[in-house]
């Protein structure tokens, strides 16, 4: 069956460092890899996608790698702040025509320690 | 600009209770329309989706329903609650079958 797993519930890190975040996907042909921002009590906020063709993203503090290879996305936040701190999301949209899902992870919680 | 507009944001039902959840969006036309549910400590589950008006299509089979009565409408409906029909339920729209999905402001149920 088809699979999204992001590598673990809830991450810790220092102020100024890197935080990295992992998306692996089983039975997935993604068209496209994204992720997502949610804070509590509010619905996810688009922050990058990647499609299947692209190796990398980048978008100010944040990047994202794709290997269709490995069927991992790899989520980089540098600098991290304190603000960064939210539950993030990777989501696939599968290829094929027709295909109007986009299917969550569940999320993993990043907080950063000033 | 496009926004998308959820009401009730809280809600509190007791079991074998109806329910109506509205979902508008403004600033675009001909969306592809969804709903997802978010229980505690699980992910986003995709309910419906609709690709246009009066066309729906229900991913979980389960009491609740959905319709689109107009181009830019999303309503989740239940005729009875149940307890596990609580959390918190996120209406969402992107043009086309591939992209970015924006979410609303959600809606918290508890089945009480």
């Known amino acids: 069956s088809q699979k999204i797993e992001q590598n673990s519930e809830a991450l810790n890190i220092q102020e100024g460092k890197t935080a990295t975040l992992t998306c692996n996907y089983t039975n997935y042909s993604p068209a496209y890899l994204q992720w997502y921002r949610q804070d509590p009590g509010r619905g996810p906020v688009f922050l990058l996608l990647?499609?299947?063709?692209?190796k990398e993203k980048r978008k100010e503090r944040l990047k994202v790698t794709f290997d269709t290879t490995l069927k991992q996305s790899l989520f980089h936040i540098t600098a991290s702040q304190p603000a960064d701190s939210a539950t993030y999301l990777c989501?696939?949209?599968?290829?094929?025509?027709?295909?109007?899902?986009?299917?969550f992870g569940k999320g993993t919680k990043l907080s950063v320690i000033p | 600009s496009q926004t998308i507009h959820q009401w009730p944001a809280t809600l509190v039902q007791p079991v074998g209770s109806p329910l109506s959840l509205e979902c508008t969006v403004e600033?675009?036309?001909?969306?592809?329309l969804y709903w997802y549910r978010q229980a505690a400590g699980r992910g986003l589950q995709l309910l419906f989706y609709?690709?246009?008006?009066?066309?729906i299509s229900s991913e979980v089979p389960q009491n609740l329903s959905a319709s689109r009565p107009q181009d830019r409408q999303f309503i989740l409906s239940s005729k009875k609650l149940l307890l596990s029909d609580s959390g918190f339920y996120l209406c969402a729209w992107r043009q086309g079958d591939r992209g970015t999905l924006y979410f609303g402001p959600g809606t918290r149920l508890t089945v009480t």
């Open positions: 989501a696939l949209d599968p290829s094929g025509a027709g295909s109007y899902q986009l299917t």
């Open positions: 990647i499609r299947e063709n692209e």
């Open positions: 600033g675009t036309s001909n969306p592809n």
């Open positions: 609709s690709v246009g008006i009066g066309q």
